[in-house]
């Protein structure tokens, strides 16, 4: 298996204790800046509102399988949770596209740490993404 990073993200969050729980519970704004070699690919991604951002949460402990979730009390499997910590730890959010300047992209609600290597963009469609 080979992963590539299309980007990096650029983040007000310096460590993982500046970083929200889950992005959607802050307001804060952040770049992704889009690698040069995959900027074709941002095509037709302005008509977007939402998008849902992979990336490697590169600083998340590895070798984790037990977490004690956050309001619980007792450890619980990691697949069990949303921990970053992780045996790959690959993290999934759910940002606002606030604008598209060339290949840097203005988002809210990402709770990547400042570096963190983009993995994939994949817009969000409320109609598939979304059990009732």
């Avoid at 704004?29 to 951002?53: M, Q």
Wanted: hydrophobic share 35%.
């Amino acid at each position: 298996m080979k992963l590539e990073p299309i980007g990096v993200v650029i983040s007000p969050y310096k460590d993982r204790a500046d970083a929200p729980r889950q992005g959607r519970e802050s307001e804060a704004v952040s770049k992704i800046a889009i690698f040069e070699d995959y900027r074709d690919g941002l095509d037709g991604l302005e008509d977007r509102s939402h998008l849902i951002v992979l990336y490697w949460a590169d600083r998340a402990d590895r070798d984790i399988l037990k977490v004690v979730p956050p309001g619980k009390t007792h450890k619980r499997g990691v697949f069990a949770t949303r921990s970053p910590s992780r045996p790959n730890p690959i993290s999934l959010c759910i940002v606002d596209l606030l604008e598209i300047s060339g290949k840097t992209l203005r988002v809210r609600g990402l709770d990547a740490i400042d570096g963190s290597p983009v993995i994939d963009i994949k817009p969000f469609s409320a109609g598939i993404d979304s059990i009732e």
